[in-house]
């Protein structure tokens, strides 16, 4: 069963910030948040993950929370290239599986 | 360094036949997954291997088996196919056993139709 709450669809303006919310109230202490997206007909491809401290890298930046029950996935500069679906999932590091929920449907409008 | 590959990208089966999805895990990476991803939803765990072994089945029957070899790559069987089998399926490969520390590569999927 997933983990985590996302809204099914939201847009954003080419060039805008994108910013993708995630709830995940009842995660483990042990437990990390990975962000992955799905462009049509291709696997999900790893964005960021993060433990408890906020993280960015070349793609993205995830803020967590204080208490660690949710997150935002921010693209600081969405393009049409960035439309695809964002599973955020809570997982251990000892754990053997996914739960993917059913993601953001995220469409960039030109 | 090479992603994961999986053969073939598309196939079409009828009800009740057996089928074999292959998976080549991405350099240096020792641990193999599959998902299924049915039309709209998210992917599904099926079943993952290390080390040659089964290491945690989700929620399919015994219909769906699968095999690691030495080399890491594996392979993902459906016996007796049934119309609810038409999905996406996946393999990710991760570098460190069972851990996620670095969450997993995901090839490009088998689109399996069932007719």
């Known amino acids: 069963d997933a983990k985590t709450t996302q809204p099914p669809s939201m847009d954003c303006a080419e060039g805008r910030a994108a910013n993708l919310p995630c709830n995940h109230s009842?995660?483990?202490?042990?437990?990390?948040v990975y962000w992955y997206r799905q462009i049509h007909s291709q696997g999900p491809q790893y964005i960021i993950h993060g433990l408890k401290n906020n993280e960015t890298n070349e793609m993205a930046s995830l803020i967590i929370t204080e208490d660690r029950k949710s997150s935002t996935l921010i693209l600081p500069h969405a393009t049409l290239r960035d439309t695809a679906v964002y599973y955020c999932?809570?997982?251990?590091?000892?754990?053997?599986?996914?739960?993917f929920g059913t993601g953001t449907s995220l469409t960039v409008i030109p | 360094e090479t992603g994961v590959t999986q053969s073939p990208t598309h196939l079409i089966k009828t009800r009740g036949q057996q089928v074999t999805l292959r998976c080549s895990s991405q350099?240096?990476?020792?641990?193999v997954s599959w998902y299924q991803q049915a039309l709209g939803q998210g992917p599904q765990f099926i079943f993952q291997?290390?080390?040659?072994?089964?290491?945690g089945r989700g929620n399919f029957p015994p219909r769906f088996s699968g095999l690691q070899f030495p080399n890491y790559s594996s392979e993902l069987n459906v016996n007796a196919l049934e119309l609810d089998d038409s999905a996406l399926y996946l393999c990710a490969s991760s570098p460190n056993g069972r851990a996620l520390r670095d969450g997993y590569t995901f090839g490009s999927g088998t689109r399996l139709t069932v007719v």
């Open positions: 999932i809570v997982a251990a590091l000892t754990g053997n599986q996914f739960y």
């Open positions: 291997y290390y080390r040659e072994e089964e290491n």
């Open positions: 350099s240096g990476h020792n641990t």
């Open positions: 009842t995660i483990s202490g042990n437990e990390y």
